[in-house]
């Protein structure tokens, strides 16, 4: 089994940036795609972004292109999302994910976080 813990979840105003951090623990990270979706009260589970095993490759839900960026440092098992110039509607929690294919579909990552908050106000 793999466990993902979530963190750096929290409020900020439109316009600045937030970093949240994915660490997992139980398999060989490097052997993991991951990625990042978001879920809003009353929505389904969006995609956000995915990581290839390496790094090497990276893919972004159209929402949110340009603002923000998906990471990896394999050495210390950790995912990162970078969200810059946020908006009140990435208001969401936001769940990290790993699988075995950089895909946007959801149902297809294997292992998943508890969720992040990220409150964004204007």
């Known amino acids: 089994q793999v466990q993902l813990v979530e963190s750096g979840g929290g409020l900020v105003q439109a316009g600045g940036s937030l970093r949240l951090s994915c660490a997992a623990s139980?398999?060989?990270?490097?052997?993991?795609?991951m990625g990042w979706f978001r879920q809003a009260p009353g929505k389904e589970r969006e995609f956000v972004a995915a990581?290839?095993?390496?790094?090497?490759?990276?893919d972004y839900g159209d929402s949110v292109k340009g603002r923000f960026t998906i990471s990896r440092e394999n050495a210390k098992n950790t995912v990162y999302l970078q969200m810059n110039s946020l908006k009140p509607e990435d208001t969401a929690v936001y769940y990290c994910?790993?699988?075995?294919?950089?895909?946007?579909?959801?149902?297809?990552?294997?292992?998943w976080g508890r969720g992040t908050q990220v409150t964004v106000s204007s």
């Open positions: 990581i290839s095993r390496s790094g090497g490759s990276t």
């Open positions: 139980g398999r060989t990270f490097s052997t993991l795609v």
């Open positions: 994910a790993a699988g075995r294919l950089k895909v946007v579909t959801a149902s297809l990552y294997d292992y």
